[in-house]
Structure formats: structure tokens, C-alpha cells
């Protein structure tokens, strides 16, 4: 347990190190870390003061919207230590929700020993080459039916 002092006021912090609760003016947080990198990931707690009973006629938050090319975007930091055929994956899917089917398969070529990877390259396979096989009876069923 640490007690910190400040002048915007004080906190109360609990756990072991590298994983920390703390109550203070600003409210309650959440923070973990890799204890001797200086990494760590630090979130705010909502502040509950309910009653213990909820009013379920109040409608829920709105989520914020987000675009497509947004949902899988890696930061440069992430892009660091995530390795390759990973990357290739998330790239391949960020691709795909683009609607750019072409890219998203040269994406999952470099991540096909994933088992993700593979099954995505293969179904992008299959879907090109019955449509591409397709494309080559359509003149004949449209003779057929002027016939």
C-alpha cells in the first residue's frame, strides 16, 4: 500500500508492484506494468455511486463509431513486437474489410502456416477461382436462354 501526496491532491494505491489500484482525486485507476522497463498500460474506473441499484430504464451510452479502415489498425509501437506473419494477418483482415479482396490475399499468403491465415487465403482462393470459372459459362446459359 502506497500513500501519495500532491498538490492537486492525495492517492491510495494498492497491490504488488506491476499491478497497482488506486483511489485518489482523480477518481479510481487501474494500472499494470512490466516492473524495471518503464512500460506500463493505465486505464480510469468508472465511478459507481448507484446505490447498488441500477435504473434499467436508462438507455445505455452510445458507443463511438468507428470506420472500417480504422477497426484493424496496428499502432508503430505495436507493429514493433508483433511478429510478421501476425502482422500479415491483421493486415489481410484490415484489407478485407476494405472490400480489397486482391490485397487482403497477398497479405494472407504471408501468414498461411497460422491457421487463421491459411484458412482466410484458402476461402479467398476458392471464392476467385469459382467466380473466375463462372465468369466463363455465363455467355453460354445467356445464348441459351435468348435460344
Known amino acids: 500500500m502506497t500513500l501519495n501526496l500532491s498538490k492537486s491532491g492525495g492517492s491510495l494505491s494498492f497491490g504488488p508492484r506491476g499491478a497497482k489500484f488506486t483511489v485518489g482525486s482523480r477518481g479510481k485507476r487501474a ?3 512490466i516492473p524495471g522497463t518503464g512500460l506500463f498500460y493505465t486505464t480510469t474506473l468508472p465511478s459507481g455511486r448507484s446505490g447498488g441499484r441500477k435504473n434499467m430504464s436508462s438507455a445505455a451510452p452510445a458507443l463511438p463509431s468507428v470506420r472500417p479502415e480504422d477497426r484493424l489498425t496496428m499502432g508503430f509501437f505495436k507493429r514493433l ?14 484489407e478485407l ?5 486482391d490485397k487482403a490475399l ?4 504471408n501468414a498461411v502456416h497460422l491457421a487463421d491465415g491459411a484458412y482466410l487465403a484458402g476461402s479467398l482462393t476458392l471464392t476467385k477461382t469459382f467466380i473466375s470459372k463462372a465468369r466463363n459459362y455465363a455467355p453460354q446459359t445467356a445464348s441459351l436462354q435468348l435460344g
Open 106 to 109: 497477398e497479405h494472407f499468403k
Open 97 to 101: 474489410v476494405l472490400g480489397d479482396e
Open 81 to 94: 513486437v508483433t511478429p510478421d506473419d501476425e502482422e500479415a494477418l491483421v493486415d489481410g483482415c484490415c
Open 31 to 33: 494500472t499494470v506494468g
